[in-house]
């Protein structure tokens, strides 16, 4: 019912003309993301098509780190938390190596 109230509602639609009038320039800006990333992604998504939001990303983050999960749907972390807990530790183990070159602070 938080979602009905007048203050939250027009926070959401604020939330989501920006979107449409912000996202284009945020894409636009996903190759120069420098530290390690992932995505984990359900093929039976019905909120988001793997095709359109997922498969893409790998073309426009260097060195992401990509997992598309067959059967699995919007809301990973409920169904499979083990999974999504061993993905976050990966891509965090990723982003805390020891083998960064620090006069470049890129990644080996």
């Given at each position: 019912?938080?979602?009905?109230?007048?203050?939250?509602?027009y926070?959401?639609?604020?939330?989501?003309?920006?979107?449409?009038?912000?996202?284009?320039?945020?894409?636009?800006?996903?190759?120069?993301?420098?530290?390690?990333?992932?995505?984990?992604?359900?093929?039976a998504d019905?909120?988001?098509?793997?095709?359109?939001?997922?498969?893409?990303?790998?073309?426009?983050?260097?060195?992401?780190?990509?997992?598309?999960?067959?059967?699995?749907?919007?809301?990973?972390?409920?169904?499979?938390?083990?999974?999504?807990?061993?993905?976050?530790?990966?891509?965090?183990?990723?982003a805390?190596?020891?083998?960064?070159?620090?006069?470049?602070?890129?990644?080996?």
């Open positions: 019912m938080l979602g009905l109230r007048p203050a939250h509602f926070a959401t639609s604020s939330d989501v003309v920006a979107v449409e009038q912000d996202l284009g320039r945020i894409e636009g800006r996903y190759g120069e993301i420098a530290m390690p990333a992932g995505i984990l992604f359900g093929t019905r909120v988001i098509d793997i095709r359109t939001h997922g498969e893409p990303m790998q073309n426009k983050i260097e060195r992401l780190d990509f997992e598309s999960v067959d059967g699995l749907g919007h809301m990973p972390q409920f169904n499979e938390p083990e999974r999504v807990i061993a993905f976050i530790q990966r891509v965090a183990a990723r805390f190596r020891s083998d960064i070159n620090p006069a470049s602070q890129q990644f080996q």
